[in-house]
DNA sequence: TCTAGGTACTTGGCAAGTCTATGTATGACC
DNA sequence: GGTCATACATAGACTTGCCAAGTACCTAGA
């Protein structure tokens, strides 16, 4: 045997989670919209293909994170999947704010800020 | 087709590939070494088992960014595998730290700081 | 002497997240 | 009619992280 006993969740998994879960905190979005104002308000730093936001919204759906809705769009457009925060949503916001913020100020003293 | 074209890497994905870095930085160690310090050092933020550093820093090896040599122990106590950075490995971790920076600062603005 | 615990590395295998690529469907525009 | 933008979906591959277990050796203590 070895290790210790381990602690919280090491983030770096689901971390993309959070960011979505921090964009749904201000208004409800849709897939589409999440993955451009992510590129948009991040200057492309932080860039997600739709193969890693529609995954991620469906599992923040299942583990009750998030809930979502059919909205007709205006026009005849396609119909887009709306996302609403919970209220496990906006805890789990919480606490992973808090990881990640654990997170970052322990990497940068690794890093040497 | 969707999602224009991708740059970089998107972090969050060796990123402990990146804290292991960091410390060879500092100077040559070896695994439980890196393991011990990252948990002293981050007050336990940031706490690996071995199954996630050992992996790792074979998987540097592997890609050139760290060379190992085998080291006998004081007394006679286990051997120990020291790793050192090689010139690829600098230049990862300083494109990596970029990398992280931008990461960072993209992440607290989605997240409200 | 026997046991427990610390040091040190290794490995198998699963679970989960990310990304590429591709597909569907619609409407607008030229 | 062809192209582009919107919008969602998903299969499959790949990577990572981690648990769990094992090997091996040494020291300390009862």
Redesign the pocket.
């Known amino acids: ?3 210790s006993t ?1 602690s919280g ?2 983030l ?6 959070l960011l979505v879960l921090g964009l749904l905190h201000r208004r409800d979005m ?4 999440i993955v451009a104002e992510l590129r948009r308000s991040t200057e492309g730093a932080i860039d ?5 936001v ?6 923040l759906e299942r583990e009750g994170l998030a809930s979502g809705y059919w909205v007709e ?1 205006p ?8 996302y609403k925060l919970t209220q496990a949503g906006e805890h789990a916001l919480a606490t992973g704010m808090d990881d990640w913020h654990r997170f970052k100020v322990a990497a940068d003293a690794v890093l040497g800020q």
Do not use: V
């Open positions: 045997m070895s290790a381990r969740p090491q770096s998994r689901g971390e993309f989670g849709y897939g589409y919209e997600l293909p739709e193969g890693t529609y995954p991620a919204l469906r599992r769009a026009g005849a457009a396609p119909r887009r999947r709306y």
